[in-house]
């Protein structure tokens, strides 16, 4: 006996008419009935007296009856659980890379927990590179982050936006006025850059190998916060994502000639289900992206 014949079987009892029973089954009057007729042989009882188009159930199919309830009310309420599951997802395991971050970590703690305080959000500091290796590893469930869609075909990339890598300095330098500069016109400069796997840093050091230029780096580091302050210290200058530059820092962010773009955006392993509370959360980041 399938479910399929559970579920019919139950329909037809409750309407005593075949047709009746189709409609609210949303099939065909043949298809219940072929069902019936079916259950009647592989069972080998007689389940129904028929009289004309009404139905009333023989003493077998009373006892059937009795016993299939419990059943589908059992398959009822695992539908309803399984949906419950998949709109409650609880914790979500997300990174965010440093520069993408300073907008968008305050926006997630205030705004996101605000509407939906139910949900708890593991953010894990990160650049692309990695992110994108523990998405593929279902280490985590979705990652903010700039990315390059070359780099594996069991992700899924949703375009957020634009990011702008700008070559960034303290006010006073002789460079600070010019609305873009040349690689050649930053050669000799003193940089801090930040380290790990960064999509960015991989454009950076390709802009410099077409140069033909080796970048003179002090230090790579971690921390955003630490290439901050050799930038405002006026010991180094950097390359960082525009958006990573807030109002309230000492730093000139300025275009390359040749602006270097990357895209950022919500990254999610390919194949896997969406659940609702991971949905929300898209929904909200969508609607309160950073500017890139």
Same mark, same amino acid.
């Given at each position: 006996?399938?479910?399929?014949?559970?579920?019919?079987?139950?329909?037809?009892?409750?309407?005593?008419?075949?047709?009746?029973?189709?409609?609210?089954?949303?099939?065909?009057?043949?298809?219940?009935?072929?069902?019936?007729?079916?259950?009647?042989?592989?069972?080998?009882?007689?389940?129904?007296?028929?009289?004309?188009?009404?139905?009333?159930?023989?003493?077998?199919?009373?006892?059937?009856?009795?016993?299939?309830?419990?059943?589908?009310?059992?398959?009822?309420?695992?539908?309803?659980?399984?949906?419950?599951?998949?709109?409650?997802?609880?914790?979500?395991?997300?990174?965010?890379?440093?520069?993408?971050?300073?907008? /968008?970590?305050?926006?997630?703690?205030?705004?996101?927990?605000? /509407?939906?305080?139910?949900?708890?959000?593991?953010?894990?500091?990160?650049?692309?590179?990695?992110?994108?290796?523990?998405?593929?590893?279902?280490?985590?469930?979705?990652?903010?982050?700039?990315?390059?869609?070359?780099?594996?075909?069991?992700?899924?990339?949703?375009?957020?936006?634009?990011?702008?890598?700008?070559?960034?300095?303290?006010?006073?330098?002789?460079?600070?006025?010019?609305?873009?500069?040349?690689?050649?016109?930053?050669?000799?400069?003193?940089?801090?850059?930040?380290?790990?796997?960064?999509?960015?840093?991989?454009?950076?050091?390709?802009?410099?190998?077409?140069?033909?230029?080796?970048?003179?780096?002090?230090?790579?580091?971690?921390?955003?916060?630490?290439?901050?302050?050799?930038?405002?210290?006026?010991?180094?200058?950097?390359?960082?994502?525009?958006?990573?530059?807030?109002?309230?820092?000492?730093?000139?962010?300025?275009?390359?000639?040749?602006?270097?773009?990357?895209?950022?955006?919500?990254?999610?392993?390919?194949?896997?289900?969406?659940?609702?509370?991971?949905?929300?959360?898209?929904?909200?980041?969508?609607?309160?992206?950073?500017?890139?």
């Amino acid at each position: 006996m399938t479910i399929t014949q559970i579920r019919y079987f139950y329909e037809v009892c409750k309407w005593q008419n075949i047709t009746k029973a189709a409609a609210s089954l949303h099939v065909s009057q043949p298809t219940v009935s072929i069902a019936m007729s079916d259950l009647e042989k592989e069972s080998g009882l007689n389940l129904f007296r028929r009289e004309g188009k009404k139905l009333s159930l023989t003493e077998d199919g009373t006892l059937l009856l009795s016993k299939i309830t419990p059943i589908l009310a059992n398959l009822q309420q695992l539908d309803r659980d399984i949906k419950d599951m998949a709109q409650n997802k609880n914790l979500i395991r997300l990174a965010v890379p440093l520069q993408i971050g300073v907008q /968008l970590i305050p926006t997630l703690f205030s705004g996101f927990k605000k /509407l939906h305080p139910e949900i708890e959000l593991e953010v894990v500091e990160a650049g692309g590179i990695d992110s994108l290796r523990m998405i593929e590893n279902e280490e985590l469930d979705l990652a903010i982050t700039n990315y390059d869609d070359t780099f594996s075909p069991n992700l899924h990339y949703r375009k957020l936006f634009k990011s702008e890598a700008c070559f960034c300095t303290y006010p006073q330098h002789p460079l600070a006025q010019k609305k873009f500069v040349e690689m050649k016109d930053i050669a000799d400069e003193p940089f801090v850059l930040l380290n790990g796997g960064f999509f960015v840093n991989r454009l950076i050091h390709q802009n410099f190998q077409q140069a033909l230029i080796a970048p003179k780096v002090l230090l790579h580091s971690s921390q955003l916060h630490t290439v901050k302050s050799l930038i405002t210290h006026k010991i180094a200058s950097s390359f960082l994502m525009r958006q990573a530059i807030t109002g309230s820092d000492a730093i000139v962010p300025i275009s390359l000639k040749k602006p270097l773009f990357i895209n950022s955006g919500i990254v999610t392993k390919r194949g896997r289900q969406i659940y609702g509370d991971e949905q929300k959360l898209i929904e909200f980041i969508c609607a309160n992206k950073p500017m890139g």
